[in-house]
């Protein structure tokens, strides 16, 4: 059992930066591929991006390539989410998620374990 807990939302203007942390409990952190996810009111979640077990490898949707970097510190049992550039499209909650395999997935049914989200919201 993972147990995943987000923080670092909030209120930022557009052009600005945040990073989303996202801690979980358990020793079997390393072995487990991090996504994160996204959803906007009104609309469906979405992948963010993933970063594999033994953070070699990233993936991002293309809206957020070159502004938004994954990252983990196994060490910590935590991977990060550093957003650049935020834009008011960017807005909603945040859901960190675990996967275990060796390959990073991307899409939501192949996460396991979820957090419950931190609210990102970004004004014009």
């Known amino acids: 059992q993972v147990q995943l807990v987000e923080s670092g939302g909030g209120l930022v203007q557009a052009g600005g930066s945040l990073r989303l942390s996202c801690t979980a409990s358990?020793?079997?952190?390393?072995?487990?591929?991090m996504g994160w996810f996204r959803q906007a009111p009104g609309k469906e979640r979405e992948f963010v991006g993933v970063?594999?077990?033994?953070?070699?490898?990233?993936y991002y949707t293309d809206s957020v390539k070159r502004r938004f970097t994954i990252s983990r510190d196994n060490a910590k049992n935590t991977v990060y989410l550093q957003m650049n550039s935020l834009k008011p499209e960017d807005t909603g909650v945040y859901y960190c998620?675990?996967?275990?395999?060796?390959?990073?997935?991307?899409?939501?049914?192949?996460?396991?374990?979820w957090g419950q989200g931190t609210q990102v919201t970004v004004s014009s």
């Open positions: 970063i594999s077990w033994n953070g070699g490898r990233t």
């Open positions: 358990g020793r079997t952190f390393s072995s487990y591929n």
């Open positions: 998620a675990a996967a275990a395999g060796k390959l990073p997935p991307r899409r939501g049914y192949e996460f396991h374990y």
